[in-house]
């Protein structure tokens, strides 16, 4: 009982002081100069690369092969490093991410839980690494253009290679680097995105190939070198370059890539050749390249014959493939203005029929809707390949799970999965183009790009769900003592949370900004314009806050301050409401006029709040104004003119109050005693000069029997029930409890 007493003061005391702190000026409305970094010459004010940006490029030439009985990889490359930079590089930093599979490298952070009553084997696997798995890169040899050794320092997934020489600013370096890693079995790790999926009724895998060889880490004018370890959730900075790819698979593979397929002759059959020429001209509908009864008779061959595929992709960051004798293949063109794409499907049968009626649609829905909101899809291909479980996103080329039970899939499932697809494909613009640092900032490409998903979705699927600000509620009412703001480190947010902080609640904040505070065409212009300036560049935060302000004229600094670096929500309430009319009778105003000083409606003595309309409007009075207030002024006002103007009007006086901290716009619905509706917006600077309490007089021709806030639920107001006026009665849980107990 004690202890139960002592809980409740402590409660009781947390509550005071929170609701002390909430009164105190917190600056909302200051403008966010000391939480953004101070504009240079490299990234200017107005969030555009500055006259002295620069950016690193990377060239590769890459040769790899999968080994398909022992499931590895050997692969070798030639790195031409340009450095772009004002400074001169000692070292270089390269990427090893195959080396999170290493025994020991495993979980940086603590994704898995305690142990239970009981655990699933998977779960123990994910969490003990039951099954022995031999992951990680063998190094085979670091070189120079010569083929000497260079000195090497491995730190778990990043390696150091040190220079003979260092490079100087305009200066190149061309190394070699030999390498190879285990696949993995993708079903053995959590957050897998790439390795091999076994089909043991037809004994095939499908190999997904990402991030598979070592690449260059991002050196930028505002990190350094981005050399943060890869800790599975947080992903990828890389740096623009062209890519020349050969990859040697069993001959009777197919292979999905990022880039232009150079030899499609020496690789493909001559009715696949003929069948792919004709393709590209297909754009009413996806053709088929391999049918499923073609993909069937090679599930049984087994070739142990080999065949090399050779691809170019000019302008990326990355490149990862698909490879698989299952595969079925069909491709559709896509008319842009500037350009013809072509959207493709690989998939094995255990994605049919759904993947063959629906991925490649999806590809090009999602090309097309992302190109008019930002720019038009710069490169020759868009691949979906399907996969088990979970999206992930490569240059021209993503890895989208979805498969059907049966041949049969819910309509749930099947949104799922073409959300998946187009969400995937977004990716292309944000980060692979828009590129900014994934391992940092995972809100810029996963938030802008569910963002533009929501958009496709609306535009192309009206039926589906679309995220709408109060999805967002759930997350917004929670634990503030583990809450992260949007602004946080990619790795320190938690497994449960990362969907709803970085995907979901910069599209709802992105959603807000678009319906309510800037409107829908000034938006996307702004949306646009800071797409176009940072194509193939590295954007940060700052950039993208500062732009969407420059191109539009709103002040959004509170917006940003409060969405993207609190965890703050919205709950605004209606604490009172007064109804006032003018008095009429001239018996009215001699008597009240010398209590009531003009204008000023709180001073009335007959004062008061009361829990609805139905005591009517209280009386108030308009003087004639005093001589002495118009000093030095001859003209004065005509006060029955004043008087003339209200007489008859409803003057309401509203106390709104800020419960949850975030400053958002007003938006008032009125029903009027006729029936009749309207709705008004004050914007959020309303509450500028008090950020906790606002009070506001409306004067309205027609009598009000109902104020409701929010009433379209625009600004995910995470309590809802003070929101109306009069009060509606709410039951307790108390009372909830009680009935069904
Ligand atoms: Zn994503």
């Not at 909302?28 to 939480?35: P, R, V």
């Not at 797409?531 to 004229?553: C, G, I, K």
């Not at 109804?579 to 000023?600: C, F, H, M, P």
Request: aromatic fraction near 12%.
């Amino acid at each position: 009982m004690k202890s139960f007493s002592i809980l409740i003061t402590v409660l009781l005391l947390s509550i005071f002081v929170q609701a002390q702190e909430q009164k105190k000026w917190q600056g909302k409305f200051e403008q966010l100069d000391q939480l953004l970094p101070t504009p240079n010459e490299y990234r200017t004010g107005s969030g555009e690369p500055g006259s002295k940006y620069w950016q690193q490029r990377a060239d590769y030439t890459i040769d790899a092969e999968i080994d398909e009985p022992t499931n590895t990889l050997k692969g070798k490359e030639t790195i031409t490093y340009y450095n772009n930079s004002p400074e001169t590089l000692k070292y270089l930093w390269l990427q090893l991410d195959q080396n999170i599979n290493k025994k020991g490298n495993e979980d940086f952070g603590n994704y898995f839980g305690p142990v239970r009553d009981s655990l699933s084997t998977l779960h123990m696997q994910y969490l003990t690494r039951a099954i022995e798995f031999e992951g990680g890169y063998s190094i085979q040899s670091v070189t120079d253009k010569a083929g000497k050794n260079l000195p090497i320092t491995i730190n778990n997934t990043m390696m150091r290679i040190d220079l003979p020489v260092a490079i100087k600013t305009g200066e190149s370096y061309t190394f070699n680097v030999a390498w190879m890693y285990p696949i993995t079995d993708r079903s053995l790790f959590l957050l897998s995105r790439e390795g091999y999926e076994h089909f043991p009724e037809d004994n095939n895998n499908v190999y997904l190939i990402a991030h598979w060889f070592p690449r260059m880490c991002q050196f930028d004018d505002y990190e350094g070198w981005q050399n943060k370890q890869f800790q599975r959730l947080g992903e990828f900075a890389l740096e623009f370059g062209t890519y020349k790819v050969n990859i040697t698979v069993p001959a009777d593979h197919l292979v999905a890539s990022t880039g232009s397929l150079l030899n499609a002759k020496d690789v493909l059959s001559a009715r696949e050749l003929e069948r792919f020429e004709k393709a590209k001209l297909s754009f009413d509908k996806p053709a088929m390249i391999v049918t499923e009864e073609e993909a069937r008779a090679k599930e049984k061959t087994k070739s142990t014959a080999k065949k090399t595929w050779k691809f170019q992709a000019d302008n990326v960051r990355d490149v990862a493939f698909a490879s698989s004798r299952k595969f079925i293949w069909d491709v559709q063109a896509v008319k842009l203005p500037t350009n013809t794409v072509l959207a493709m499907s690989f998939y094995p049968k255990e994605g049919l029929p759904v993947w063959s009626e629906e991925s490649t649609k999806a590809v090009k829905n999602a090309v097309e809707v992302y190109s008019k909101y930002t720019f038009d899809y710069p490169y020759p291909v868009a691949i979906s390949v399907n996969t088990s479980n979970i999206g992930m996103e490569f240059p021209m080329i993503s890895f989208n799970g979805g498969r059907p039970h049966n041949g049969q899939m819910s309509d749930n499932a099947k949104a799922g999965m073409i959300g998946t697809i187009v969400h995937e494909v977004g990716h292309n613009y944000f980060p692979m183009i828009v590129s900014s640092d994934e391992r940092q900032w995972m809100w810029m490409d996963e938030g802008l790009n569910t963002f533009l998903q929501t958009r496709t979705e609306m535009e192309r699927y009206p039926a589906f769900h679309h995220t709408v600000p109060k999805d967002i509620v759930p997350y917004m009412k929670g634990d503030k003592r583990v809450m992260r703001p949007v602004m946080n480190t990619s790795d320190n947010e938690r497994l449960n949370a990362f969907g709803a902080n970085y995907y979901e609640k910069p599209t709802v904040a992105l959603t807000i900004l678009r319906e309510t505070i800037i409107g829908k065409d000034l938006f996307d212009k702004a949306f646009k314009e800071y797409s176009n300036r940072w194509m193939y560049r590295h954007p940060r935060p700052a950039d993208f806050f500062r732009m969407m302000e420059e191109a539009t004229a709103v002040d959004l600094d509170w917006f940003w301050r409060g969405w993207f670096f609190t965890t703050d929500n919205v709950d605004i309430s209606v604490d009172n409401v007064k109804w006032y009319k003018l008095r009429t009778t001239q018996a009215d105003i001699e008597n009240k006029s010398k209590t009531v000083k003009t204008g000023d409606l709180n001073a009335k003595a007959t004062d008061k709040s009361s829990a609805d309309f139905s005591q009517g409007p209280q009386p108030f009075t308009v003087l004639n104004t005093d001589e002495k207030a118009y000093g030095e002024f001859r003209s004065h006002i005509d006060d029955n003119a004043v008087r003339q103007k209200l007489a008859g009007k409803n003057i309401y006086q509203i106390q709104f109050r800020n419960n949850g901290g975030l400053v958002m716009p007003l938006i008032i619905e009125w029903t009027y005693k006729d029936g009749s509706k309207e709705t008004e917006m004050l914007p959020a600077e309303i509450w500028r000069t008090n950020e906790n309490e606002v009070n506001k007089v409306f004067i309205k021709d027609k009598e009000v029997v109902s104020i409701v806030l929010d009433p379209n639920s625009e600004i995910a107001d995470v309590d809802i029930s003070n929101n109306v006026f009069p009060k509606k009665p709410v039951e307790s849980k108390f009372d909830q409890f009680k009935k069904t107990n």
